[in-house]
């Protein structure tokens, strides 16, 4: 990934250091509720980069560049939304599209 800035916000996905509710070791984990959709999930990776409703347009965009996504399960669709082998490049674009 070229862009410094898409590197970084993709490495901490990664790391899971990232600002998502998840992270807020604080709140019990029924109060770490995703705040930009309707569906009263508590906002992990998986659900801000697979379900979340605020970001469906980017989800969509992504799947269409690559052939087979859409058949993927939950399991192998986080390692290419997370940037793994040749599609790092799309996925920090995408990450950070969302962020």
Same mark, same amino acid.
């Given at each position: $990934?070229?862009?410094? +800035?898409?590197?970084? !916000?993709?490495? +901490? /996905? ?5 600002? #998502?509710? !998840?992270? +807020? ?7 770490? @509720? ?7 999930? $508590?906002?992990?990776? $998986?659900?801000? @980069? &697979?379900? *979340?409703? +605020? /970001?469906?347009? /980017? ?5 269409? &560049?690559?052939?087979?996504?859409? /058949? &993927? ?6 390692? $290419? #939304? #997370? ?6 490049? @799309?996925?920090?674009?995408? !990450?950070?599209? *969302?962020?």
């Amino acid at each position: $990934v070229r862009d410094t +800035k898409q590197r970084q !916000i993709l490495t +901490k /996905y990664r790391l899971s250091d990232h600002s #998502l509710p !998840i992270q +807020k070791s604080w709140l019990p984990m029924e109060q770490r @509720l995703c705040g930009h959709c309707m569906t009263g999930e $508590v906002e992990t990776e $998986v659900h801000f @980069l &697979l379900h *979340c409703e +605020k /970001y469906n347009t /980017y989800f969509e965009r992504c799947a269409s &560049l690559l052939p087979g996504f859409p /058949y &993927l399960g939950e399991l192998e669709e986080m390692p $290419v #939304l #997370l940037g793994q082998e040749q599609t790092a490049a @799309l996925a920090a674009k995408y !990450i950070t599209e *969302c962020q």
